[in-house]
């Protein structure tokens, strides 16, 4: 089956940590993995991975793809409280008898910036 | 540009009663998804479309139905509510399945 595992669930830090959040997935016809940032309402997109060992880079966050191992893992470095959010980790592959791309999330992880 | 929109954006519903959750894109997307999530959860493919006149299920279709006349629009149908379709309801779209989607702000639904 296929399925998309992130780790930790939720992770509590004080302004100024470095956290790494974890995805690993298990999908046949890997096609991409992207990671999403939601607060109040609808997530936003982060980064789309799909190569490995590339890091993608946006400020303070950072994101890398291992394609051998199954998994990626987002860097956020000198957090701030306007971090606190769900970090989303999807992964789009092509499955179940169809030839069109599906996307799978994991369930999320929760991080809560204190000041 | 509006992006994707959703309506309403909050409901309540008693169970048993039907309704359809709307869902609008003005991109040219080819590709359209309903989500739900769960309180703490990530999100669950409901459907999806890669066109007019073509949808697929997700994970989790059991008592939902979809349909893709136009482009543009994307409708959900809850035939007989139940309490266990409690949740928030999020539409996307992309031009490939290898794309970011673009979400809509959520619909909020509540079966008493």
């Known amino acids: 089956e296929d399925k998309v595992v992130q780790s930790p669930l939720s992770l509590v830090v004080h302004e100024g940590d470095t956290v790494t959040l974890n995805c690993s997935y298990e999908?046949?016809?890997?096609?991409?993995l992207l990671w999403y940032k939601q607060e109040k309402k609808a997530p936003t997109f982060l980064f789309m991975l799909?190569?490995?060992?590339i890091e993608k880079k946006s400020g303070r966050l950072s994101s890398i793809l291992d394609k051998k191992e199954l998994f990626s893992i987002l860097n956020i470095t000198a957090t701030q409280t306007g971090d606190s959010a769900i970090y989303l980790c999807?992964?789009?592959?092509?499955?179940?008898?169809?030839?069109?791309?599906?996307?799978?999330f994991g369930q999320g992880t929760i991080l809560t910036v204190h000041p | 540009n509006a992006g994707v929109t959703q309506t309403p954006k909050f409901r309540i519903l008693k169970i048993g009663q039907s309704m359809t959750l709307q869902c609008a894109q003005d991109?040219?997307?080819?590709?359209m998804y309903w989500y739900r999530q769960d309180p703490g959860m990530g999100l669950k493919l409901i459907y999806y479309?890669?066109?007019?006149?073509?949808?697929d299920k997700g994970e989790v279709p059991n008592g939902y139905n979809v349909s893709r006349s136009t482009t543009e629009d994307f409708p959900l149908r809850l035939e007989l509510a139940a309490p266990s379709q409690t949740s928030v309801y999020f539409c996307?779209?992309?031009?490939?399945?290898?794309?970011?989607?673009?979400f809509g702000d959520g619909t909020r639904l509540s079966i008493l």
């Open positions: 996307a779209s992309g031009h490939f399945s290898n794309q970011p989607q673009h």
């Open positions: 999908v046949t016809n890997f096609r991409s």
């Open positions: 799909t190569s490995s060992g």
């Open positions: 999807a992964v789009v592959f092509v499955g179940g008898g169809t030839s069109y791309g599906k996307l799978t």
């Open positions: 991109m040219n997307h080819n590709y």
């Open positions: 479309s890669v066109g007019a006149g073509i949808t």
